[in-house]
């Protein structure tokens, strides 16, 4: 059965007395038209240009950007502009953008951080990919230091989501009272909820990983990739099933939807020591989303959500999915010499196993 749409939803939470409510909503309902309007531009795939096609360029972070980089980028600006978004920083410009100012217009008192497409290294290969938000209160003085909303920790994020744009375009969203899943229906000419609350399993089988980084690992992620490889005759007694898709928001929706963990650790590559991910918009908007779920997002050992970003480009290592896996991800990281089931003298038959 399906559920009433985005619009009331929104309509419920804009009535509600969370903070900046009706800000929020019309700021989500915004960036989920821009997200339909750059759905039907991907689903053009070659058909709608060179837009796959690397444009000579490189985002903030020396990424190269391609042309639908800046074409979501665009339209995520232009979308920002018309609600109450003073503030946007996007992964595809040095400095968060100032939308508007005084005297011109109602206040606008939300900070947008954002990274337009997400897995823009997949555009040819028809590999879904998808749209990172987090939304926060602008604080202190936005002109004179503009970055100084995003150099927040994550529990100051007041709604947090993705689009992602695959066989359906779907949109994630959390407002700080759970998880709900809305796909866009043509038919019915809008985000329709599918599923609400939803409930992340605590207990995993299924890991996702790039194995070719294996070399570049330290200790703890190895051990912890070996033990759930030797499956049935190894320490963790049970088959594990391996996933990468190296898209974030495909990784995130198969683990909102099923169950499952996501490692992207830190490695000895130059310029990975801290990870590769975006600690303000990409990790704390995934952490939102996921704890609102029920599970547990870490660097690998603590909070994600814990984490006060430093600078707005920031990297992280990142770790997210079912409590009890994450959980022992970090067991892997501060005590691997006392889990039980890899110590010989306290395995399954030793003397002290509890």
């Known amino acids: 059965m399906i559920e009433p749409g985005l619009g009331a939803h929104l309509a419920r939470h804009a009535n509600s007395a969370a903070p900046h409510a009706g800000e929020v909503a019309a700021t989500i309902a915004a960036l989920a ?58 992964e595809e410009l040095p400095d968060p953008v100032r939308i ?16 337009p497409l997400d897995g823009s290294s997949n555009i040819d290969t028809n590999v879904p990919i998808g749209t ?13 230091d503009p970055q100084a909303s995003f150099r927040t920790h994550g529990h100051d994020q007041i709604a947090a989501g993705f689009l992602i744009y695959g066989p359906q375009t779907a949109l994630v969203l959390t407002l700080g ?20 609350s939803i409930a992340i399993p605590p207990k995993t089988r299924e890991f996702a990983i790039n194995a070719s980084n294996y070399r570049h690992w330290d200790e703890a992620v190895r051990l912890y990739f070996d033990d759930c490889i030797k499956g049935g005759h190894g320490p963790r007694e049970s088959e594990f099933n391996m996933r990468w ?9 198969r683990i909102l939807i099923r169950g499952g963990v996501f490692l992207y650790p830190g490695d000895r590559r130059r310029g990975y020591a801290q990870g590769r991910l975006r600690l303000v918009y990409e990790a704390h908007p995934m952490a939102m989303l996921v704890e609102q779920a029920g599970g547990a997002a870490t660097d690998g050992i603590g909070p994600i959500l814990d984490i006060a970003a430093t600078s707005l480009h920031q990297r992280t290592p990142l770790v ?15 005590l691997p010499s006392q889990m039980a089931d890899r110590a010989p003298l306290f395995g399954k038959r030793g003397l002290f196993r509890a």
């Open 33 to 90: 038209a821009a997200g339909v309007t750059l759905a039907s531009t991907i689903a053009e795939g070659a058909l709608g240009g060179a837009l796959a096609a690397q444009v000579g360029a490189a985002n903030s972070d020396g990424d190269s950007q391609r042309g639908l980089d800046l074409l979501a980028d665009e339209r995520f600006l232009a979308a920002a502009a018309g609600v109450p978004v003073g503030l946007y920083a996007s």
């Open 100 to 115: 508007g100012g005084q005297g011109d217009g109602p206040a606008r008192p939300l900070a947008l951080a954002i990274d």
């Open 132 to 144: 990172i938000f987090s939304i926060r209160p602008i604080v202190g003085d936005a002109t004179a």
């Open 177 to 196: 009272q759970g998880t709900d899943i809305f796909v866009h229906s043509p038919a019915a000419g809008g985000f329709q909820r599918v599923a609400s």
């Open 245 to 253: 898709i190296a898209s974030l928001v495909a990784e995130a929706y």
């Open 320 to 334: 997210f999915g079912s409590t009890a896996e994450v959980a022992r991800i970090g067991r892997y990281h501060t």
